[in-house]
């Protein structure tokens, strides 16, 4: 979904905190996130090290994640990007400001983070712990962390959170740019930040995008294999109702018209 | 069709005033616009109450719809959007200006908005009569009024009228934006924007636009599951008839075609 | 073609010279470009009167067609467009120079044309023959017209020529404008453009452009029926022989190879 | 690949040298890079003769190719094209330098070339071996070389390092545009440049990149015919295996399986 709505190409990684120990994140091995299967995610500890030595490739920048869900317990998704959109704010050095209600999803401010400030030149990979420690604590406790000459790094209080956040702030920001080339560039007040920025994560606002950026995957061909083998059997209308179909609680199968009766009283 | 020329995303809405009662008008439930289905459309009275209490969730900012039907006896349908091509004005504070003849469908000028005058910090949502009330006074006699931070809200005498508005007032953005960027916009006059302002809503034109623009759907895999149908029996061509096919003299009518007449009798 | 590479959408039309009748030329009814089928076309006069009266729509703007053809024995193709590389400098005013050695195909410079100079305030379609007259003195001997806050006219001594002429002055105008952001927009010399202006009609790079556009136009599923049924025959490598194929005189059916060696010699 | 990924479009052309002869390359006839066939490919010597008389049209600037592999022994792949992303900086003579990481791949500086300062007015297609010449000289030891209204020639010492910097360079030089309108461009420090500039031919990399681009090109219906046949077979994650499996010595058939593991060990 994050690479059909422009935020991930070849690059950057998602990952979720495990859901019954938050002592573990699930990240996949190092593979574009666009093309990644069910099989290919892997269980990390808080210090990213793998729990089952794998046989394959695993990203060298994890300790992103890890450092993140140690530092910031009220996290539980993590997006790594190089998203065209924020790229020219991290090589100008110019703050993304909310400018439009739902770009108040990325908090007021997000701070800039500069690697060479504390390590010099490296090859701006974040791969050693005191790195993704440095990056956590710039991150503090905001919504995203702008990484100067590299991208930017996404959190949320859940995954649906974290996903619309990051759309968002893409959307904001290539608002900002080109406003900024309109001359003028007026943000929203801290109040209205404040009260804006929860729009995202609100359950109507969610129903409404989780669906709609779920039928344009499925339109792209992205859908995993098992769920575009249901979307196929119910054309169209069926390609809303993956996400609420996986919901639903593993092993309650339910008819189609049920599924379609939870998801409404979200 | 406003989703795929790039209006509407997972937000915004499209309301008619009900064909046999002014009095009520036509909007769906609470769902991304290039997603819903006929069975979506509900029926609400003016002060935007549901005819029958629904057990779907509903639009939050159905008062944009309400209050302007109320307002203004003259429209018969209205877009709210956040589009891309319009959102870096509403944040730079810079008016819109017909920069060519398709473009003077916004007419001379369209009003800003901004909620914050009247209402202070909000989370931008127009969700109060009183806010619907006030964004309808704003769009007074206009053909589309701007809303500060958020987006815009366009209407017309008929929906084909309203759609190529708003898709027009998109494309001059655009142009105007770029044009800006080359150092100077040079406007029509108001005498050719009178002139040329209503070209959008001639039949020649509509005509032609709202085939092209069901192909361009047809082809995006965005028509609605009946006319797809259809549309597979005779392929490509297809796409492009149901515009010339209205132009067919009534009376002509078969079985398939029936079905036909009640969308081409719109 | 055209509608698929950016050049024409709902709007603008391309006309032929007979190829048998210099004093008639062939351009479709009043529908969008990239929707037209065989049967729509139909013969004008250099008044652009139809030589059949028709039971369509025909375009309002087709003495821009007729006025070009008389003028210019030399052209035998025309196209008018409201492209959106083009609509910033016909706002802003400023010429498009050629940038690249493609570029140059749209020659050293391209006249600007107000119709309110010599109309005043009109809804800018050029209807009237003295408009179309107009038009086309201000063309003169150039190979395109840039008209004021509407769009442009491109024309060509041969389909192969304007078609490219057109996309590539598309092309140019993009480049110029991210140029002009860069802060300075280097052109190409008199000389250079005079060289350089040829090899858009040069068949060893028509053969690569038109078989190149052809395959992008069969995978976005735009070619006529007929040429995708054989299209589909042959998959994929096919893509880039319809072109040869349509040209090959009816009734003498060849095999594919044969079909394949004429367009070498090309 | 770098047709599908926005680097070449109906120009342009990619070259190899020979594997097991230095002294040749391989380069298509004469036709667009996204339509090329595995029989296009023809073998030249480094004069650029072709070393069989082909019946086929050849390209006018394969000069480009051969006088680069005679300079330059450690270049075994090479691209020469003309994307929208580089031309502004070729035409405004503003360099490009690396803004993000990815983009280091083109190195701390790409040289400009500039035709008409040896050669006069021309064309400005590169087609004399004496321009070839001057081109190579202008390259030097650089990975890339920018020609002055015209394109860039992107080189590497493999055919997947050539193709990721050729992508990545496009990459940097629209975020460096668009950095330059937000008013600040800050670079990489030459340190960084050279740490990160070879990220994008690391194994790790280059099997995430070539996966990536590879299954974009599958969705887009790029894909040759003969692994296309054998992506149907296995749907969607096929699409990540082709490149794989060209790998694989021929007629050494892999069971599906086998061919996985061959990749993850790369």
């Known amino acids: 979904m994050l690479t059909n709505e422009g935020v991930l190409d070849a690059f950057g990684h998602v990952s979720m905190r495990h859901p019954h120990d938050p002592g573990r994140y699930l990240l996949s091995r190092s593979r574009s996130p666009g093309v990644i299967e069910p099989d290919d995610i892997l269980e990390f500890t808080l210090d990213s090290e793998p729990v089952v030595p794998p046989n394959v490739q695993i990203y060298a920048e994890r300790v992103i994640h890890g450092c993140i869900y140690e530092a910031r317990p009220d996290v539980t998704a993590v997006v790594h990007h190089h998203a065209p959109a ?43 712990p005191e790195e993704g420690r440095s990056l956590a604590r710039a991150l503090g ?11 930017a790094t996404v959190v949320g209080g859940d995954l649906r959170e974290m996903v619309s956040r990051a759309i968002f702030m893409c959307q904001n920001a290539d608002y900002q740019l080109r406003a900024h080339m309109l001359g ?57 109702k993956p996400a609420a179909a996986r919901k639903t609680p593993a092993g309650k199968a339910k008819s189609q018209k049920a599924g379609r009766k939870s998801r409404r009283s979200r």
Chains 1, 2, 3, 4 share one sequence.
């Not at 924020?86 to 997000?110: D, N, R, S, W």
């Not at 039928?215 to 054309?235: F, I, N």
């Open 86 to 128: 924020v790229m020219p704010f991290c090589i100008a050095g110019i703050p993304i400001v909310p400018v439009f209600h739902l770009g108040a999803a990325g908090g007021e401010t997000q701070p800039f983070w500069n690697q060479r400030d504390e390590f010099g030149d490296t090859n701006l990979l974040v791969v050693k």
């Open 141 to 151: 406790s905001h919504n995203a962390v702008l990484m100067v000459n590299h991208g």
């Open 184 to 240: 003028k560039v007026a943000s929203l007040t801290p109040g209205e930040t404040k009260l804006a920025g929860v729009i995202n994560a609100m359950p109507t606002v969610t129903n409404r995008t989780w669906e709609y950026w779920t039928q344009r995957l499925a339109r792209a061909g992205g859908l995993p294999p098992a769920v575009t083998k249901t979307a196929k059997a119910r054309p169209r209308a069926a390609s809303a």
